[in-house]
C-alpha cells in the first residue's frame, strides 16, 4: 500500500481556513484519496475523498495536485468543533481496508 | 438513520480469557471492518467481511477473528487474552463496493488486567 506524509501538528485560529497538506509521491493510477478526521473519543470519520479532480462537500473541499503526488484538505471556517486528528489515506480501488498513518493533530484557537 | 453500533462499550478481562465485540452496521451496508488502536500503533486493520465472507486480513495473529451474520451484523473474538490486546476496537460499515467512504462506530474500550 502507498504511503502518506502529514505533518505531526498544525494550528489555526476560529474562523480561519485551514489547509492541511498531505504528500503521497508514490500513489497509483487506481489509488483513491480519502480524508478522516477522529474527535477526541471518538471513532474517525469520513470527511471526503477524490481521484484525480478536486471535490467539494458540505464538510470541506479536496484539493488534488495535477500530478497526485500531494493533496490539501480544506477547511474554510475553522471551528472548534473541528479539533481533531485528519488522517490522509490512499485507498486502492480493489482494495477494501484503510490504512492509517499517524495522521495531523490540527489545534483550533478561539 | 442509525449509525453503526457496537457493543459493549467498555469492557474489562482477564489475561488468558476470551471476548467477543458486535458489530451492527448501518441498514442496507454489506461490509464490515475491524481495527485496533492502541497509543503505540494507532490504528491498525483488522480484517473485513462482505457478504459472510472474509475478504481482506491484517497482520494479526490467528487469536483474532471474527464472522459476519446473515443480517451483515458482525461480531469478533479474541481468545487468550494478552495484556497487549488493551485497546480501543473500531468498526466500520460500508456498502462495499465502489470507492465510497466507512462510516465508524464509537468502539468498545477493552482493557486487560
Redesign the interface.
Known amino acids: 500500500d502507498a504511503k502518506t506524509t502529514q505533518p505531526n501538528s498544525m494550528e489555526s485560529n476560529e474562523e480561519e481556513p485551514v489547509h492541511l497538506p498531505c504528500n503521497h509521491s508514490t500513489i497509483s493510477g487506481t489509488d483513491y484519496i480519502h480524508w478522516y478526521r477522529q474527535l477526541p473519543s471518538q471513532g474517525p470519520e469520513y470527511v471526503i475523498h477524490g481521484l484525480t479532480s478536486n471535490v467539494n462537500n458540505r464538510m470541506a473541499s479536496l484539493a488534488i495536485a495535477e500530478d497526485r503526488k500531494s493533496s490539501t484538505l480544506i477547511l474554510h471556517r475553522a471551528t472548534l468543533r473541528d479539533a481533531a486528528v485528519y488522517y490522509c489515506i490512499l485507498r486502492r480501488d480493489s482494495s477494501y481496508k484503510l490504512i492509517f498513518g499517524s495522521g495531523t493533530r490540527l489545534l483550533v484557537r478561539p | 438513520k442509525a449509525g ?1 453500533t457496537q457493543t459493549p462499550r467498555y469492557l474489562i478481562k482477564t489475561r488468558g480469557q476470551q471476548v467477543t465485540l458486535s458489530c451492527s452496521p448501518i441498514s442496507g451496508h454489506r ?1 464490515v ?1 475491524w ?1 485496533q488502536q492502541t497509543p503505540g500503533q ?4 483488522l480484517f ?1 467481511y ?1 457478504s459472510e465472507t472474509q ?2 486480513k ?1 497482520n494479526f495473529p490467528g487469536r483474532f477473528s471474527g464472522r459476519q451474520f446473515s443480517n451483515s451484523r458482525s461480531e469478533m473474538n479474541v481468545s487468550t487474552l494478552e495484556l497487549g490486546d488493551s485497546a480501543l476496537y ?1 468498526c ?1 460499515s ?1 456498502l ?1 463496493q465502489g ?9 468498545t474500550r477493552l482493557t486487560v488486567v
Do not use: C, I, K
Request: glycine content about 26%.
Open positions: 453503526v461490509s471492518s481495527y494507532g490504528l491498525q486493520f473485513e462482505f475478504r481482506n491484517g473500531l466500520a460500508s462495499g470507492a465510497g467512504g466507512y462510516t465508524f462506530g464509537s468502539g
